[in-house]
């Protein structure tokens, strides 16, 4: 391994719609740097990144995997991300592992509805972006009017710093307007490419092109503006130093072309990585949850922030970790902050795809791998524990649809939890539960293809076949009133007898708040050390509601009083009377049932937007908003999910198949007392709900 100082690093997540070519292009850019001997396709399911066995399957990325490139005296870190729907959340925990973003944009394509997602997170966390317009090498392609859309969405920093020889099956070679130099690329995929003069045919747009990127490097420096209206031009010099500043501070986000199958433009947008991108050093100190600000600095205290976990057959559970300041050290003990634990660091490795290569002392600012941590999970801190820094948590989305799972071989009952544990490592947004009325085990993710996976998973990994029932919505219970109860619960029939006596009040907390518990006894009414046992009662109440037996969400239980017996006491009584006691209280506080919203933004051509607007308002969508989007329209609405199951099909139909949508999860929301009934009586028909014992 290379010893690579910070400012020669570069962090890099490879971002865009699915299917514009982001694996392709990291698979080049691998190649190129002479990191693999080969150029890697997915439709070969060969490429460095897309790994997976469902990922070679179905040709999609639905992780983030890593990949890194040297670059003279560079490292380049790559993050290959999803940009499908039900996975872009890998995307966005990726973007904390990184100081820029690289846009992978289809030139058939050109803004797609996850292009503006990401950019929104990369914009969130004040990212430098750079846009690689690929694909230029296809049919029907027009470098031009992307540049445009990329401008309409978003904004005038978008300038473009090269301008493709040719465009579609002519596309043979690129101007680069910041050096004033043009390559013609060679006739196989080896990415090689020689300098030739500025193409004659080209002369206009190229000097359109430059004045536009000379204004934009001019706005961004005050001297350079004065010089650039007095002279009218700037040398190569200020441009380089000019844009690269302009860039750090988002004040411009280059367009480059390139072709990745072709393997055509990769060698120079890997050289624009390495000159404009920033290093870690350059970007905004990481702040941790006391507010302190971590430099990337090897010599500052030792943190580094765990953003992926893989599940290797081999190698058993492996940790990504991007070291934030510090040294990270082999053969180490460190400190995880959120389990409040000591880890053992045996060693460290880079990951280039799946493949380990033993790394030694890894400095601040690099993306490094760890075996076999055994509390670690996606989203904690390790330090040291003198220092015991800790960063802000990783937020996960809301699963929002599950279905019910069983083995098909009774032999596998004993396996599938243990799997599962190991599959919700990899994936903290898939959730397990296995339901106490139903006896069910039900699995719930982002969607049904991500659900589809985790089954596709169980088999292909554990040997594990399952059974998949229909989805089931993850609908929650909660109050809309207070009630103020006390529940006693005694037992005496020869021997010790049981008692517990609680008296609790119940109140709503916001949505989102999830629940509180208070403890306000006054004196000992109820000795301290009943009170886990207690709270102990009510956590597990909460799992299953009064009306239809789903989780219980948004309010705050206040223990203020009770009483107990000196010798029929235990903690299992008071359990039982705190358990009885929420019961009562929920019934008392007026329940009602919650479903979960989502954010659907369908995208169709014009002539079909009143049939779908109708068709969302029937399924108790409110329209949120419309807007055109090149030859399409999108239309954004909140729907509820359980509206939502047959959207698919019913879209295919209308358009035929000139329709997409995404969704993601937005809020819970009261659902309709009339659809409540149903909700209810389908819970009692399963036999999700009975009556408590007194």
């Not at 690269?244 to 050289?271: E, H, K, M, T, Y």
């Not at 008692?499 to 708040?513: A, D, F, K, N």
């Not at 206040?558 to 299992?572: C, F, I, K, R």
């Amino acid at each position: 391994m290379k010893e690579i100082p910070s400012e020669h690093l570069r962090n890099v997540a490879v971002v865009g719609h699915s299917q514009s070519g982001k694996t392709s292009l990291v698979s080049a850019m691998l190649y190129d740097s002479k990191m693999v001997n080969r150029l890697g396709r997915v439709d070969q399911g060969n490429t460095v990144t897309d790994f997976d066995e469902e990922e070679i399957a179905r040709k999609i990325s639905i992780q983030a995997s890593p990949a890194y490139a040297y670059r003279d005296r560079f490292k380049i870190n790559l993050l290959d991300t999803p940009g499908f729907a039900n996975f872009i959340w890998e995307t966005m925990v990726a973007l904390r592992a990184v100081e820029s973003g690289l846009m992978v944009v289809s030139a058939q394509e050109g803004v797609q509805v996850q292009t503006e997602k990401v950019f929104d997170g990369l914009t969130a966390g004040n990212k430098p972006v750079l846009f690689a317009v690929n694909k230029l090498g296809k049919e029907l392609v027009d470098f031009d009017k992307v540049l445009e859309s990329l401008i309409s969405a978003f904004g005038k920093n978008v300038v473009a710093v090269q301008v493709p020889i040719g465009q579609g099956p002519e596309f043979s070679g690129l101007v680069d307007l910041v050096e004033m130099k043009a390559w013609q690329f060679g006739a196989d995929d080896k990415g090689e490419s020689r300098e030739i003069p500025l193409p004659e045919a080209l002369k206009d747009e190229i000097g359109v092109r430059r004045e536009a990127l000379l204004e934009k490097v001019a706005e961004n420096d005050e001297k350079l503006m004065e010089k650039y209206l007095a002279e009218g031009n700037l040398t190569a010099e200020e441009v380089r130093a000019g844009l690269r500043s302009a860039v750090l501070q988002r004040n411009a986000f280059p367009v480059l072309a390139c072709d990745a199958l072709a393997n055509r433009g990769v060698q120079q947008l890997l050289d624009f990585t390495v000159a404009y991108l920033p290093a870690p050093g350059e970007a905004a100190p990481a702040v941790t949850v006391g507010g302190a600000g971590l430099k990337a600095d090897p010599a500052a205290p030792f943190a580094g922030l765990v953003f992926k976990t893989i599940s290797d057959p081999f190698t058993g559970k492996i940790s990504l970790v991007r070291v934030i300041s510090g040294t990270f050290k082999p053969d180490s003990f460190y400190y995880n902050a959120n389990k409040e634990v000591e880890e053992r660091v045996a060693a460290l490795f880079l990951m280039q795809g799946k493949v380990q290569e033993t790394a030694g002392e890894v400095q601040a600012g690099d993306i490094v791998a760890v075996a076999k941590l055994k509390e670690t999970q996606t989203g904690d801190t390790l330090t040291t524990k003198a220092d015991r820094l800790q960063l802000p948590p990783i937020t996960f989305p809301v699963p929002s649809i599950s279905f019910a799972i069983e083995p098909k071989a009774r032999a596998d009952e004993g396996k599938i939890s243990t799997a599962l544990q190991r599959i919700m490592e990899e994936d903290p947004t898939i959730k397990m539960l296995r339901d106490p009325q139903t006896k069910e085990l039900v699995i719930s993710g982002n969607g049904q293809l991500h659900v589809e996976l985790v089954a596709n998973k169980l088999k292909r990994r554990y040997g594990v076949e399952v059974a998949m029932r229909p989805p089931k919505i993850a609908y929650r219970e909660t109050i809309l009133g207070k009630a103020d109860v006390e529940k006693k619960h005694k037992k005496q029939s020869g021997g010790r007898g049981q008692y517990g006596h609680v008296l609790i009040r119940m109140e709503p907390l916001p949505r989102g708040s999830d629940y509180e518990f208070v403890n306000a006894l006054v004196g000992m009414s109820i000795p301290r050390n009943f009170v886990p046992a207690i709270e102990k009662g009510i956590l597990e109440s909460k799992n299953t509601g009064v009306l239809a037996g789903y989780p219980v969400v948004d309010f705050k239980i206040e223990l203020y009083d009770g009483s107990h017996h000196e010798v029929d006491s235990s903690d299992m009584a008071f359990k039982i009377a705190s358990s009885k006691a929420f019961k009562l209280a929920m019934k008392t506080a007026k329940p009602t049932i919650l479903e979960p919203v989502m954010n659907v933004e369908v995208i169709i051509p014009e002539e079909f937007m009143g049939e779908i607007n109708g068709n969302l308002s029937g399924r108790r969508g409110r329209i949120q908003g419309m807007e055109t989007k090149g030859k399409n329209h999108v239309v954004k609405a909140a729907v509820p999910m359980a509206e939502m199951l047959d959207f698919e099909p019913t879209l295919t139909s209308i358009t035929g198949g000139r329709g997409s949508y995404t969704m993601e999860f937005s809020h819970y929301e009261e659902v309709p007392s009339h659809l409540q009934k149903k909700i209810i009586d389908e819970a009692v028909k399963e036999g999700r709900v009975k009556e408590e014992e007194e």
